[in-house]
């Protein structure tokens, strides 16, 4: 977080000596493209909200994902990972101890990817810039890539056809 | 305007809502709206930065350059580009997507763009390290072996069918 102030500050500097007129220009634009996505990204704040309070904690999740059918705990990893939003630092903890409950690579790698490319949540902001059509087919496309790195993983981990 | 309409409803009845979890002391409605805030503050952190660093491309970036780079005709250096910019993404997909809606707007490829947001959901640089630390290396390397060739290929096909299909991406307003 302090990283990206710390550029944004460089960038704005250097273009503020370079053409005030220019850096009064961009932030017009950053301002009229933040309001525009308001209304959205409100939603999306409010569907997550709702959902962190509905969604079990983390010891409830590692005891979903580890029951006995390998296949199934990957389906259901695959659907909590697109319908939650967390950040990476919370999702690697989790995956950490979750494979400290002996959950699967496969199962983890399942939640893992979906969680990063499939954005059921942030749906309401995808259809805002790309259209209901574009953002239902990659959103399918994501979740079909992430279904094969998980089975590519259960393979190369052997945990398949054990 | 129907989507506004939607937003408008939906909002208000939220917040209509939280006043009323509010009154008669209704807990998961009390939970919802602190997380709400909570969240909020999250967001607010890197929206502004995100939205600047747009903003100052949006003035500075010559057309002509996204268009040699990243165009339609850009060939293998475009979907290059497209991984190393998504690598060096900062936040996750709800920061990518407005990012992907500007290089568009310049004159980047559909093709181009389509993997650059796949490529920021997998390869961010800061998530993987954390990837890496807490799974391992090898689940990692798996992971980006099977996942980035299948997002190039997707995003070529994907991409190619927008195109014949005469796709233009409009910001609804």
Redesign the interface.
Known sequence: MIILAVITAIFVIISFFMDRNKTIAAFKVAIERFIKILMPLFIVLVLVSAGSYFIPDKKMVSNILGGSNLYINTLIASLIGSISLMPGFIAFPLGGLLRANSVQFMVISAFTTTLMMVGFLTFPIEQTYFGTKVAVIRNLISFGIAITVALATGIIFGEMFV | MK??LI?VF??SL?LIFIAISFLVSFK?GK???S??I???F??L????????????F???MKRETVEKHLGKNSGWQGYFWAIILGGCT?????VA??I???LYKKGAGIKII?TY??AS??C?I??TI??A???GV??TI??YS??LP??VI?SII?GSY?EKAN?K????E
């Open positions: 989507n506004k937003y939906a909002t939220f998961p939970i919802i709206a997380n709400l909570d969240y909020s999250e967001i952190q890197f929206f502004p930065f995100a939205f600047i660093l747009i903003g100052l949006q003035v500075w900062f936040g996750p997909l709800i997507l407005p992907a809606h500007s389509l947001i796949g959901a997998i961010r800061p998530m954390f990837e630390s807490y799974l090898p689940f798996v992971r099977v996942s299948l997002v997707s994907f927008l796709y991406i409009k910001i609804k």
